[in-house]
């Protein structure tokens, strides 16, 4: 077989030990000594505590500590987690404390850590403290919160409002006031968990010798959790730092830094021995951050021919009880409404409310995919309205080709302008219409529902913005061994990072990827990191290992060039050393030159060279580089059941430059799948006192493999010029259109139910009730 | 430590003299006190499949079932699927090749799984594999890699049988 | 989510079992496990003893016997899956029993264990209400014997007395030509059913119905066995019409709501999924006109 093409398929360095069951994740941690953690966490959601008596827990056999508020706080400098991200609109701090103070505001807020020599012990003495609540009115809908009148949130804040802003631009109310329609929608929409299969963990260990804390953890984001908790224990960076061993899955909630981490690193500080503490499932529903409810009041004014004009509306975000990322979620989704059309004027007011429940922050995707639900909902009802074909009339509104670069008239949540910087949206839409058979299907749909079936088709388009700046920073050095070891501040939790970054700088030294060695994920490795979130790391990361490995490259071969009395240009790198090209017996290893620049006493280096075979990148672009796609889904619906059956799925995405298609595939069906999810399973529900009742994985349904279509995958590649590599990033991708896709196709199907979806998910006795009302509307009809 | 009991169980063909505590599951036990991490704890209720063993030869669940009941029993985790340290068996080989596993989290149990099901269905469809695997999940792949990997080791154990 | 403590007890037979259960104070029976052991990892369950019934001989075995099917509580889903004794003379329990969880799940659940969960929507309590099982259980007072019917006290409560344990389950089996059919709805493949329909038909020569069972789950707190369709179609010819119009009925009776369904559509199921069971069961009738 010939070697792997560009953009082939060669395996992953990340495989061997997963599959022989020798990864190492956090909960596969043993440390001599080690002691085990579990939490007592609200049962309500929203009390007083009035007293936490944990003596009877202490007095347990076994049990090493039982730490409150009160037991951490000589060991913090400041007693909240103060991590949202910054933001002009904030209305109210609302900070998580490390542990609950004199109240909880959700169910699951951890209250006390318990410290003993084994979980199960942990969990006997954690049933053991008693706390005394004193029970207070929760709020459970994010409307209700903010009326007035409304109980409060947190029983001594100002109100529930947590922060309000605008986005928009352009004169909105002319546009709908020369619109020939205009129409309106009022959308729920719901998203749920990450639920990653590892939960989170993290092992805490104290090293006196060297007065230093570690922290392994499986987040998303070492560097700021270490920057987090360095602040809160007031301890510098030399003395503390933050590991990610293998991490099962992270889809957002793993990048935010938790009071599970403050709390069990404090008992480490306290007892002076490792202390592990693994999350479990229930412990994930409850306390690891998620997406959840949006409620959406919109309209756009279009032109006759069903051109937009103009769009406005209202969002009200549900936000939980604290701030544990900041405004992102709803600033993504009210930022990506427009961008894959020409959209004139737009205008939207967004609320965040309080509720008491488990804060909100990111779920793969961001906010991006109710972006997209809502224009695509609302360009099905204009394309319905006015008789035009659904797909044209996106044709019609798609930003062309020739515009590109498109710059949008909106700013990112950082500042940054959004120009959608490459790409063919009509030819990318054209494509999976193409493949989807779009042209044919009235024709299959007409013979299907002779025969009582109920087929139906929808589409959706979407553009994401990835790779969100300002840098990830990569070192590339070459050891004494002739081994390249790369470093990255990007973590990884199974986007094949390692084995991108491997093949990147491989690539630029030698073709040898079993030459290359990579860290992700470690502070101590190297001083800045961002994180692994926001479809960045192979734009990010991937760019500065790129850089890297070309200095790398050019400083050896200048070095062998010198040493080997030839011109650069002369030269090749091969494996691990640098030859003459056609002269295979001149040759030098990589480890001979590495130990050249590692100096010798009182020798000048060679050629002049600075010292060291190693280079650090930090490339620093501040615009996102915008993938788009369009999937196409096919369902058919049981009409005596609302059983939605997914029959076929296609998408077609421009993520640029493809650097491993067989990766890139996997990615987005991953979001796919997720997206699936969101539309017809997942729902994270609360009763009106907050309670979750959906609370283990029997309820809160996870699709699994018989429900999930094969996924059929059309590829565009528009390089983007903003990066070195032209790479745009797709671990989000799959799951931003697929709701709105599916959504429209079960509209479809129903429409001779004259069925109208506006939310997600959709469960199949909603569907039946649509089918019944249609059924009631046809027979008053008569 | 609340009552023990001494048990001898047979784990990847080593045979283990062990006393456990009587309420402590099968996973904890395979994973903390015999070291053998490879089998993962997703939801300890019983639906993710993270943690799918096969005891005697049959697949089950280890958060559901107790280290005391292994007592007499043999149970193969997945560090005992490989022929050995330089070779993977065909099924992990075909996870490989193509891309089966993402986060890798979910992948044992995956893989213990399908050893049984290939072993008693060799020539799947792939409506069977997916029903097959219905009892893990995975929030990675979308299954699809997983599904491509269980047919294409289908074929290899085939023609490994034919030789 | 790690179990509380407990003592363990695995006694070898069925005479330990009950003389356990005679002194031990807030004991549980553990069979396959597929619901007790999340109970207990959840700490749902506290119970002082574990009483672990997969070491006692002479509970597992599936035989035919006196035009019954005779089951041991120990008997795993997964040996009536692929039992060809229930596949020919029980094909509705061979039905059923796909639908149930998943293979890991299987291998391990056990009869008994089903039929003392009691889940409302569990395909073999169904089944159990479907034949007109009778459930045999022992006790410090010896043998007795239970009529399925009898044997639902409450939600999830089987009336067995503290001392007793199920040690079989007796299904009569239909006579050789008649139809069945397992139909349920559930979100995903191996869910609990929101709504199971469970039939049986035996038609005569002309197409008329001669006997008629239908059992549906997941409606009340134990399976419902709606006599009002079975008497509304014996001595009728069985008919796509005459289904649709007897299952009508089943939109009246009681059900549950849950996070996962309303009472109504529970009701729309029941009607909808009894029709369907129906037609194929009657599709399955061998040999007549």
Known sequence: ?782 | MGETRKIIVTVNGTRHEAEVEVRYLLADFLRHQLGLTGTHLGCEHGVCGACTILFDGRSARSCLMLAVQANGHEILTVEGIAPGPDKMHPLQEAFRDNHGLQCGFCTPGMLTTLIEFLRDNPDPTEQEVRVAISGNLCRCTGYQGIVAAALDAAKRLQAAKRG | ?289
């Open chain 1, 1 to 782: 077989m010939p070697p792997p093409g560009p953009g082939e398929y060669r395996g992953r360095i990340e495989d061997p030990p997963l599959l022989r069951g020798t990864a190492q994740f956090v909960d596969d941690i043993r440390l001599p000594g080690m002691l085990h953690a579990a939490f007592v966490r609200s049962p309500l959601g929203h009390a007083a505590i009035r007293a936490v008596d944990a003596a009877a827990a202490r007095a347990l056999a076994g049990v090493h500590a039982v730490l409150t508020r009160a037991d951490l706080r000589p060991h913090l400098l400041s007693e909240f987690l103060a991590v949202g991200l910054p933001s002009p609109s904030y209305k109210q701090e609302v900070d998580r404390p490390a542990l609950a103070g004199d109240d909880v505001a959700h169910v699951g807020e951890p209250v006390a850590i318990v410290v003993a020599e084994s979980r199960y012990l942990a969990e006997d003495a954690a049933a053991l403290v008693e706390v005394d609540y004193e029970e207070l009115p929760a709020v459970a809908d994010c409307r209700a919160a903010l009326k007035p009148g409304a109980p409060r949130v947190h029983r001594n804040g100002p109100h529930n409002l947590v922060a309000e802003f605008d986005m928009g631009y352009g004169d909105v109310a002319a546009a709908f006031a020369g619109a020939a329609h205009v129409f309106h929608e009022s959308i729920w929409q719901h998203r749920g968990g990450s639920h990653s299969i590892e939960c989170r963990g993290d092992v805490a260990v104290y090293d006196p010798l060297e007065d230093r804390l570690t922290l392994w953890s499986s987040t998303q984001a070492p560097h700021a959790a270490m920057r987090a908790l360095g602040a809160m224990l007031g301890r510098d960076e030399n003395r503390l730092r933050v590991v990610t061993p293998d991490v099962g899955g992270g889809f957002g909630p793993k990048l935010v830094f938790y009071p599970e981490d403050v709390a069990t690193s404090v008992a480490a500080l306290i007892l002076r021995r490792p202390v592990k503490w693994i999350e479990d499932r229930r412990e994930h529903f409850t306390a690891t951050t998620q997406e959840r409810d949006q409620f959406w009041e919109v309209e756009i004014a279009v032109d006759g021919a069903g051109r937009i004009l103009g769009l406005r509306g209202a969002l009200i975000h549900d936000h939980g009880a604290y701030t544990a990322r900041g405004v992102n979620v709803p600033y993504g989704a009210a930022q990506t409404v427009t961008l894959p059309y020409v959209v004139p004027a737009y205008r939207l007011e967004v609320k965040l409310a309080l509720t008491n429940k488990v804060p909100v922050t990111p779920v793969r995707g961001a906010g991006q995919p109710q972006g997209a639900f809502v224009m695509e909902r609302l360009l099905d009802r204009v394309a319905r309205e006015l008789g035009i074909d659904r797909a044209e009339l996106r044709r019609r509104n798609l930003v062309p080709p020739e515009r590109m670069p498109y710059a949008t008239p909106l700013k990112t949540r950082g500042g940054i302008p959004v120009v959608l910087d490459s790409g063919d949206y009509p030819k990318c839409q054209l494509a999976v219409l193409d493949r989807a058979g779009w042209d044919s299907f009235p024709a299959r749909q007409g013979a299907a529902r002779a025969k009582g079936r109920y087929i139906g088709i929808g589409l959706a388009n979407f553009v994401e913005g990835t790779g969100r700046g300002p840098f990830e920073p990569v070192t590339v050095r070459i050891g004494p061994s002739g081994k390249i070891h790369v470093y990255s501040g990007a973590a990884a939790m199974g986007q094949s990072t390692k084995t991108m970054l491997a093949d990147l700088v491989a690539e630029q030294l030698g073709g040898d990827r079993a030459n290359v060695t990579v860290t992700t994920g470690d502070s101590a490795a190297i001083s800045l990191g961002i994180g692994g979130f926001n479809s960045r790391q192979a734009v990010m990361a991937g760019s500065s290992a790129h850089v890297a490995a070309l200095k790398v490259r050019e400083k050896a071969l200048m070095v062998a060039g010198h040493l080997l009395e030839a011109a650069a240009e002369d030269l090749e790198i091969a494996g691990a050393e640098i030859r003459v090209k056609g002269a295979p017996t001149m040759r030098i290893s990589l480890a001979q030159i590495a130990i050249a620049l590692a100096g010798a006493p009182g020798f000048m280096l060679p050629g002049g060279a600075a010292p060291g075979l190693e280079a650090t990148e930090h490339f620093v672009v501040d615009a996102m580089t915008y993938a788009n796609g369009t999937a196409v889904a096919e369902v058919e619906i049981d009409i005596e059941t609302g059983a939605v059956a997914i029959k076929r799925f296609v998408m077609a995405h421009d993520c640029g430059r493809a650097l491993d298609r067989t990766i890139v595939d996997g990615q987005i069906i991953g979001g796919v799948a997720h997206g699936i999810g969101n539309a017809l399973y997942e729902w994270m529900g609360f009763d009106d006192n907050c309670q979750p009742v959906t609370a283990t994985f029997a309820e809160y349904l996870l699709i699994t493999a018989p429900e999930m279509p094969q996924i059929e995958l059309v590829h565009q590649e528009s390089p983007t010029p903003l990066n070195p590599l032209g790479v745009k990033g797709v671990g989000e991708s799959g799951v931003i259109p697929a709701a709105a896709a599916i959504v429209s196709a079960i509209e479809d199907a129903l429409a001779p139910f004259g069925a109208h979806i506006a939310q997600t998910p959709i469960r199949p006795a909603e569907i039946l009730a649509l089918i019944e009302a249609g059924r009631r509307r046809h027979a008053d009809s008569l």
């Open chain 3, 1 to 289: 989510m790690k179990p509380p403590p407990f003592r363990y007890h695995d006694p070898q037979t069925l005479g330990e079992i009950v003389g356990l259960l005679g002194t031990l104070e807030n004991a549980k029976l553990l069979a396959g496990g597929q619901s007790l052991m999340p109970m207990l990892n959840m700490r749902f369950v506290l119970p002082d003893h574990v009483i672990d019934l997969n070491r006692v001989e002479g509970l597992s075995y599936i035989r035919e016997s006196g035009g019954a099917l005779e089951i041991g509580a120990m008997t795993r889903q997964r040996d009536l899956e692929f039992s060809d004794l229930v596949a020919s003379r029980c094909p509705l329990m061979h039905e059923a029993i796909q639908q149930i969880g998943h293979r890991q799940t299987r291998n391990r659940g056990t009869m008994g264990g089903s039929l003392c969960h009691l889940d409302p929507s569990a395909e073999l309590v169904s089944v159990a209400a479907a034949l007109d099982a009778t459930v045999t259980v022992t006790g410090r007072a010896g043998e007795r014997r239970i009529e399925f019917a009898e044997f639902p006290r409450a939600y999830m409560t089987p009336a067995i007395e503290a001392d007793e344990v199920v040690t079989s389950l007796r299904l009569p089996l239909w006579p050789k030509g008649h139809g069945w059919a397992f139909v349920e709805f559930a979100r995903r493949h191996g869910d609990f059913a929101i709504v199971s329909a469970a039939a049986l038909i035996e038609e005569d020569e002309n197409g008329k119905i001669r006997r008629a069972s239908l059992t549906l789950g997941g409606i009340g707190p134990a399976p419902v066995r709606v006599r009002e369709v079975e008497q509304a179609l014996v001595g009728q010819t069985a008919a796509a019409e005459l289904f649709g119009t007897a299952c009508e009925a089943c939109r009246k009776l009681d059900a549950m709501a849950d996070v996962q369904a309303p009472a109504s559509y529970r009701q729309h199921l029941a009607a909808v999924l009894s029709r369907r069971a129906l037609e194929a069961a009657h599709a399955r009738v061998q040999g007549r006109g």
